[in-house]
């Protein structure tokens, strides 16, 4: 068992060449939104751009995409046309992942049938390391055997990793390592499995992340995770150590933000405190 310090900070952080340029550090796809939810694809990336990736291109359903593309000029949005996500969409995200170097997909999504299709048919297809989150998590459940051979990071809460595993955990630390090893291994895959004490497995290798704070309930602050995570993703890094570093960096901007805010807290908060969680 590994307890997350903020040793591996630097291992995921190391010194830049002074000839660094744009590209080095990933370009990450976040691939989420839809008619009603724009919030959670813009905190995906908000907080991947605060944990050091390059560039982040948001693909979204228009009307998301519309108000991202206006939200700050750092964010890249791409429209999708119509409302909801679904298979008339797939050439072009295919086409959108060609020059990125890892993907977030899920968040503000929705779960109509055919955004479902869509998902399971991208992640079927996707070659780059991705974080699937939220609604894709949902998608993943009805076919598991997209996970097979790919470098993926779950990230589901209590309830999202029921809907995978058809497994209920309760508080009980133990309980809770030993269904995210046993199911990790059994898919072949990395899983981050969210609460007041984070576990994270690949089904060889487990670890334990214990920052974080019990404000930390409002909506978004799984998104910043995610955001987190496909960054470390997008710079790189395996999917083991990217689940656990941003398990501890989002608890850790989360505690930092919670210190002075306490019930008034937001995930745009959590996000603005990244920097401080990140400092070596």
Request: glycine share 8%; charged share 20%; proline share 3%.
């Given at each position: 068992?590994?307890?997350?310090?903020?040793?591996?900070?630097?291992?995921?952080?190391?010194?830049?060449?002074?000839w660094s340029?744009?590209?080095?550090?990933?370009?990450?796809?976040?691939?989420g939104?839809?008619?009603?939810?724009?919030?959670?694809?813009?905190?995906?990336?908000l907080?991947?751009?605060r944990?050091?990736v390059?560039?982040?291109?948001?693909a979204?359903?228009?009307?998301?995409?519309d108000?991202?593309?206006?939200?700050?000029?750092d964010?890249?949005?791409y429209?999708?046309?119509?409302?909801?996500?679904?298979?008339?969409?797939?050439?072009e995200?295919?086409k959108?992942?060609?020059?990125?170097?890892?993907?977030?997909?899920?968040s503000?999504?929705?779960?109509?049938?055919?955004?479902i299709e869509?998902v399971i048919?991208?992640?079927?297809?996707?070659k780059?390391?991705?974080?699937?989150d939220?609604?894709?998590?949902?998608?993943?459940?009805?076919?598991?055997?997209i996970?097979?051979?790919k470098?993926?990071v779950?990230?589901?809460?209590?309830?999202?990793?029921?809907?995978?595993?058809?497994?209920k955990?309760?508080?009980?630390?133990?309980?809770?390592?030993?269904?995210?090893?046993?199911?990790a291994s059994?898919l072949?895959?990395?899983i981050?499995?969210?609460?007041?004490?984070?576990?994270i497995s690949?089904?060889?290798?487990?670890?334990?992340?214990?920052?974080?704070?019990?404000?930390?309930?409002?909506?978004?602050?799984?998104?910043?995770?995610?955001g987190?995570c496909?960054?470390?993703?997008?710079r790189?890094n395996?999917t083991?150590?990217s689940?656990?570093a941003?398990?501890?960096?989002?608890?850790?901007?989360g505690?930092?933000?919670?210190?002075n805010?306490?019930?008034s807290?937001t995930?745009?908060d959590?996000?603005?405190?990244?920097?401080?969680?990140?400092?070596?």
């Open positions: 068992m590994t307890e997350i310090k903020k040793g591996i900070l630097k291992k995921i952080y190391k010194k830049r060449d002074p340029h744009k590209y080095d550090f990933g370009h990450l796809l976040v691939i939104g839809s008619k009603q939810y724009s919030g959670s694809p813009t905190l995906n990336a907080a991947a751009l944990a050091g390059d560039l982040v291109t948001i979204s359903p228009e009307r998301a995409a108000i991202i593309a206006s939200f700050l000029p964010l890249i949005a429209p999708l046309k119509g409302d909801y996500l679904n298979k008339t969409h797939l050439d995200l295919f959108l992942t060609q020059n990125k170097t890892a993907v977030v997909v899920g503000g999504l929705c779960r109509e049938k055919e955004i869509a048919e991208y992640l079927k297809n996707v780059i390391p991705c974080v699937i939220a609604d894709a998590i949902h998608a993943v459940s009805i076919d598991k055997k996970l097979e051979n470098n993926f779950l990230t589901p809460h209590t309830h999202e990793f029921f809907i995978l595993s058809g497994i955990v309760s508080a009980d630390l133990k309980e809770r390592i030993e269904a995210v090893k046993k199911f059994e072949k895959t990395t981050l499995l969210k609460g007041h004490v984070d576990v690949d089904g060889k290798n487990f670890a334990l992340n214990r920052t974080g704070s019990s404000y930390m309930t409002k909506g978004g602050m799984g998104d910043t995770l995610a987190i496909g960054a470390l993703l997008a790189g395996d083991f150590t689940a656990c941003s398990a501890y960096i989002n608890g850790l901007a505690q930092i933000a919670t210190k805010l306490g019930e807290v995930a745009t959590l996000i603005n405190t990244i920097p401080k969680a990140i400092k070596i």
